[in-house]
Each structure stands twice: as C-alpha cells, then as structure tokens.
C-alpha cells in the first residue's frame, strides 16, 4: 500500500512531467545548431525578398494597383518553406538517428511529446517570424516611400499603426507559426525527412500550380480557398479585399485547420504504431 508521501510524491512527478517534457524538447532545439541556423536563415532571407521586392516596385504616378504591405511581406512565400523544414526536422531528424525511442520511453504519454514540440517549435518560430515581419515592414517603410509608394501618390505611410498593415504583420507571424505546426504534424504521421518536407512543399506550393490548370473559374476558386497557401495569404492583403475568395482571417483559419489536422492525424499515428 502507498503510503501518503510516496502518494504525493508520485502526485507531484505526475503533475511536473509536462513542464519536464517540456524542458527536454527546449533542450533538444537549443543544443541542435541546425534549427537555430535555418530559422536565422528564415529571418534574413524573409527581410531579404521583402526589401528586394519592395526596391523593385515603383509608383512616380496614382492610381498604381501596389498593396504597400503585402510588397513588403513577399519574403513570407520563401521564409515558410525554411520554417517547414525546421519543424519537420524537430521530429524526423529523432527518427533518423533512432533517439525517438529514449523519448517515447521517457514520456510514455506520446500525444504530450508531440504537444511539447508544437508548443516549443511553435514558440521559437513566432519569435523568429515576429523579427523577421518587423526587419521586413521596416525596409518596406523605407525603400516603398522613396520609390514613390508615399502618401504624395495617394498611399498611407507603411506603419504599424495602421490597422490593416498591423492585421497583415501579425497575420504573417501566425501564418508562419502554423506552417510549422503543419510540417511538424505531417513528420509525426510520415517519419521520412525527405518525404516530409516533400509532402509539406507540395502542399504549399504544388496546390496553387494544380488550382491554375483548373479552366472552370468556379472550381479554381473553390480551390483556392481550400488551399493552405493561397488561403493563408490573404492575411498579407490590405487593399482591394473584397475581391478575395475568403476574408483574411478567414484564409488563416483555413490554414490553421490544415495544421490542426496534420497534428491530430500526426498525433493519432505516433500513438498507435511502435517506434
């Protein structure tokens, strides 16, 4: 019979296992030099493509059809792939090397090891999308307004005082953190690194080029709402909304049940087959 200390004392290990499986998936990322490399490539290349595409765009007259913000956020479209295969690797790379099984002995309730690495995965990709949004709407600010996108020519200073660029600038920040909420839950249910990231690129990338060749408008919009790319970036839009197949933040929640479909599947996977 357990007596009332070894009671407690088993009260109290149940009760700090998440918090302990917490520390070791934070351990795992920290201690790992590829994630932290990608996701500052993540950031520079995303700073990058915004600034440069903001340096093309040129308005010396009104009237031009230019969204200030979503010009500046065009490094969003290569950043995500970068964030995918940082959360693709954050399980798969166990699995290559075998250490999925010290984790799944060590937390034997595998749904918390999943959820672990979704809130630490999802935590360092805000933070890194949150960077590299700001270094993007800074660069946009500066290089759009000397290239005529100013309010001379009818456009609103780039801020983030401005509701709609605000909407965009925190929408591109969860867009990327659900991109890697995506990646991580199709790695749960594949196990292949090279698989993986091919399946969450293809879903990105493949499914806009399918909805192209689609000649029924009709069906090629339906596709475009249901897509987690084309879907998702609708957040980035601040100007002429209303011709969009969804709201922007309808767009993100399309891709945010992509993502929580892939972890629920990734998540039911890794509970019912052995390591």
């Not at 933070?127 to 456009?155: D, E, F, K, M, T």
Request: aromatic share 6%; hydrophobic share 55%.
């Amino acid at each position: 019979m357990m007596t009332w200390p070894a009671a407690r004392r088993a009260t109290q290990a149940r009760w700090a296992a998440p918090r302990d499986v917490l520390h070791a998936e934070w351990t795992k990322l920290r201690t790992v030099a590829g994630p932290g490399w990608l996701l500052l490539a993540a950031i520079a290349l995303t700073a990058a493509v915004g600034a440069i595409a903001a340096n093309a765009a040129s308005c010396r007259a009104g009237g031009c059809q230019i969204d200030p913000a979503k010009v500046s956020l065009t490094g969003i479209y290569l950043g995500q792939a970068i964030v995918a295969i940082v959360a693709v690797t954050a399980i798969s790379g166990e699995y290559s090397t075998g250490m999925i099984r010290l984790t799944l002995t060590a937390t034997p309730r595998r749904w918390q090891v999943l959820a672990a690495k979704a809130v630490v995965v999802g935590a360092a990709t805000l933070l890194a999308g949150a960077v590299a949004v700001l270094a993007s709407v800074l660069a946009g600010r500066l290089l759009l307004y000397g290239h005529g996108i100013n309010p001379v020519h009818g456009y609103e200073a780039l801020s983030l005082g401005t509701g709609p660029v605000l909407r965009a600038a925190a929408g591109s920040v969860l867009y990327l953190t659900l991109i890697a909420l995506l990646g991580l839950g199709v790695a749960a249910a594949v196990r292949d690194t090279a698989v993986s990231i091919g399946v969450v690129l293809g879903l990105l990338y493949l499914f806009p080029i399918m909805a192209s060749f689609v000649g029924d408008q009709h069906w090629q919009r339906h596709m475009d709402q249901i897509s987690p790319m084309t879907a998702g970036l609708y957040i980035l839009a601040t100007t002429n909304l209303k011709s969009l197949p969804l709201t922007p933040w309808q767009g993100l929640a399309v891709l945010a049940a992509w993502a929580a479909g892939a972890l629920l599947a990734g998540g039911l996977l890794l509970s019912l087959r052995d390591a």
